[in-house]
């Protein structure tokens, strides 16, 4: 967790988290050329396996991205970013999502959702490089398959029934 | 997206984003004189177009958020914050928030909220000039008449049945 | 609000904030030796006054955070960080969480928490030495009986009728 922080790195990470919030906007607005200058040309993003949410590109990217039209309002808000600038212009960030959509008939579903990213040092700023999107838990009406984030089991002899009058 | 960041402008964004923070913090304390302190004396508020939810200068908005009594509980979280530090003590900022508000008999209403704000520096440090909201979505027992924020539409011949079977 | 912002003071914000946003992807996770990590040895936390939910010490608070697999998945997302960074290594915060838990039958249970930190630097960077927890609020499903945070009353006189019909 310790770590120096210099100028260059605290702009840095400044610059990543507007990338990351700017994602969120375009993305709510429905702004897909905007959203895809976000991206380097090469991009790859994985939000699930299923090769229907998986992007090769940026051009990839913002033609799929025209799934979200299927809503008729979304709200993604970031938390929990944490960023690390490595050297040479490059940089991994992982960040929470809580994103909420609503469906024409007035149905909504709302995933808590991860952010997994790798930044590039481009010419016109950082640019995403690789997003992969996992999740740790979601309502009942969200139904894409994203996978779930990894947890640890508890120890052997841990039993529920010691825990649960605690509400 | 790209911008040059010096010590001030960081120093400034994160001044400005502890102004946006305790707005949150002192409306769910109801708070209201720390409330009004964080605002100019002439700043406007626009909640929504009715003119109940508009203020004109710090008194009148500490005045009418006496509303915000009629929920017995309530809880602002900030997210997406996004800052541009101008010249001459000036600045802008968009920001995210998740507003779940509990009425006196328990029913709740969640809005997921956008803020538009100008900030002015003053010898008492950043203070919000203007602020405008508007809403990407909120759940049924929303009711205050906040503008629907712009999205863009689906460009011609995209259908919804090609996406349907997405989840 | 206004204060005076050196690199130092600016870093040391950003390395606390990543503390808490450690905290809430390793609980998500349930990696509680790295969550430990987090806390000084002696730390002091306070989730409520029901014994059950206060640690004495990082090995304490290991062994009761163990209460945490009743749930089958759970999402923390941090907003509204407010640090206060003083002389000598000591710091403070105040910080917003919405905490989303899904129990093994499908049930969820969401509480609007509110961390309120003490922070030491230490050799090995900023730890949380003191934690205590209160909520703004919480859906139904939620039972654990953290202290409900100060709000102020209405003045005298103030009544809901004048302000019911604003939905």
Redesign the interface.
């Known amino acids: 967790?310790?770590?120096v922080?210099?100028?260059q790195s605290?702009?840095a990470?400044?610059?990543i988290q507007?990338?990351l919030?700017?994602y969120?906007?375009h993305l709510?607005?429905?702004?897909?050329p905007a959203l895809g200058?976000?991206f380097t040309p090469t991009c790859r993003v994985i939000y699930a396996d299923d090769p229907?949410f998986t992007a090769e590109g940026r051009d990839d990217l913002v033609r799929s991205l025209?799934?979200m039209?299927?809503w008729q309002?979304?709200?993604?808000?970031?938390?929990?970013?944490?960023i690390r600038v490595g050297p040479d212009g490059q940089a991994t960030s992982?960040s929470?999502v809580?994103a909420?959509h609503?469906a024409?008939g007035?149905d909504?579903a709302t995933v808590?959702g991860r952010y997994l990213d790798e930044f590039q040092l481009t010419p016109?700023?950082?640019k995403i490089a690789v997003r992969r999107m996992e999740m740790?838990?979601a309502?009942?009406g969200?139904?894409?398959?994203l996978p779930?984030?990894?947890?640890?089991?508890?120890?052997e002899g841990?039993t529920?029934e010691e825990?649960?009058d605690?509400?």
Chains 1, 2, 3 share one sequence.
């Open positions: 967790m310790k770590q922080h210099d100028l605290l702009a990470r400044q610059e507007d990338v919030v700017a969120c906007a709510d607005r429905m702004d897909l200058a976000l229907r025209a799934r039209w299927r309002r979304t709200a993604h808000h970031i938390s929990n970013v944490l992982e929470s809580m909420w609503e024409p007035g909504t808590f016109e700023g950082w740790n838990g309502d009942a969200f139904k894409v398959p779930q984030a990894r947890r640890e089991p508890p120890p841990w529920i825990w649960q605690l509400g």
